[in-house]
């Protein structure tokens, strides 16, 4: 479906980030500590203890971005509020890590991911961009934390997970690196210091040059201790949504869109080819021209592996698009642009009750009536609205 719509308004674009926040606002504030994590379509909450790290970040994620958007002292009572639940509960001030879960109050999985910290530091940028500047303190914290505990200097990338002794195991993967990246870029927007922008560009070559020309065109997940490619991991296991098996669509486009931002910070002459590469890519191979929409992974000769649509690989693909749109002037890209968010709207927004719909068949029907749950937060979503906004800043209406 064609809608009557110009994507590219800024009109558009905020009042859809306001669409989504109002699905959480009047729900999503647990009066007890943090946020309630899982809704059903229609808002009502379903395990109201439950509590990871992810989602607890991200949720302090979008009320920061909302606060500096609209200039709203509700909404940066809402950080102040998810920073308390983070610093109290998430964060064991012995070990210096980060429970990954936590139900009912009580921690039930220490382990720490380097991923997990990512959302931490991300978390507390944002925190301090939005005017709370006891965070630029606990930016720090956390950055010398990964650096202490999972920074490799002979490989110039991140490792992965760590027992709550700090026992590091022999997984690596890119997707630690990359939201690793995404915090990092955010943590020198918000202090200035070079030191974050220097790893975050150190990291971004290791894994989309020298990491991605281990197999092609295609960026792998998965690695050994050696960050040699690991093919196998995973293989044939959906269950873990964190860590699936394959090429992953939305992660080429993430990472084509990481670059770019890179470029508005500190420009390097490779980054533009590999992103249009990176982007291209995903395009070619994730697109699904019988029923629209990107899907989730293919395997490195093309083939599609798993065709379900998820929400997140729909946004950051847009917000990609748009950059790429911006940065060459190709209209192919607001081409992207338009036709994802033609099918974005269609099949993922839910126009009654707001935000987005988690995951969709191939053919684009809802799997059950669970919204958000886990790490789902739309934090994807409403941040790909903020960095469309960052290209079309002076865009007139009408």
């Known amino acids: 479906m064609n809608y009557p719509i ?29 946020f309630f994590h899982c809704f059903m379509n229609n808002g009502d909450v379903f395990n109201p203890g439950l509590r990871t790290l992810v989602a607890s970040c991200r949720f302090v994620f979008n009320y920061a971005m909302a606060a500096r958007q609209f200039d709203s002292q509700r909404y940066k009572e809402y950080v102040l509020h998810g920073l308390r639940y983070l610093r109290s509960v998430h964060r064991n001030p012995d070990a210096g890590g980060y429970a990954w879960k936590i139900s009912d109050g009580r921690v039930v999985d220490a382990t720490n991911h380097c991923y997990g910290l990512a959302f931490v530091m991300l978390a507390y940028a944002c925190s301090m961009k939005a005017g709370i500047a006891e965070a630029r303190g606990w930016i720090y914290e956390t950055f010398d934390l990964m650096e202490t505990r999972f920074w490799s200097e002979k490989f110039g990338l991140y490792a992965c997970e760590a027992d709550s002794n700090w026992k590091v195991g ?58 040699e490619p690991d093919l196998d991991y995973n293989r044939n296991d959906r269950s873990n949504s964190i860590r699936p098996w394959g090429v992953q669509t939305g ?60 929400f997140w690989v729909q946004a950051e693909s847009i917000a990609a698009s748009a950059l790429l749109a911006d940065r060459t002037g190709c209209e192919v890209y607001w081409n992207w642009y338009n036709s994802l968010w033609n099918y974005s709207f269609t099949y993922f ?26 790490n789902k937060a739309d934090y994807h979503t409403m941040g790909a609205c903020y960095e469309v906004l960052n290209v079309i800043p002076g865009r007139v209406e009408g």
């Open 6 to 34: 110009d994507f590219r308004s800024r009109d558009f674009l905020l009042q859809h980030i306001r669409h989504i926040l109002s699905f959480y606002d009047d729900r999503g504030l647990d009066p007890s500590g943090g």
């Open 170 to 227: 022999a997984y690596r993967g890119q997707n630690d690196n990359m939201h690793a990246c995404e915090a990092l870029i955010c943590a020198f927007e918000a202090t200035g210091d070079d030191v974050f922008l220097d790893r975050a560009a150190r990291l971004a070559a290791n894994m989309t040059v020298r990491q991605r020309a281990k197999t092609g065109v295609h960026l792998w997940e998965h690695y050994t201790s050696d960050w």
């Open 251 to 310: 992660h080429q486009a993430e990472w084509a869109k990481l670059l770019l931002i890179l470029d508005r910070h500190r420009p390097e002459a490779w980054r533009l080819g590999c992103a249009i590469e990176m982007f291209d890519s995903a395009m070619k191979f994730g697109w699904d021209h019988e029923f629209g929409g990107l899907i989730y992974g293919y395997d490195l000769a093309g083939n599609p592996y798993d065709q379900d649509k998820y």
């Open 349 to 374: 927004v839910d126009h009654t009750y707001g935000a987005w719909y988690r995951v969709l068949t191939r053919s684009n029907l809802r799997y059950d009536e669970r919204k958000s749950y886990s």
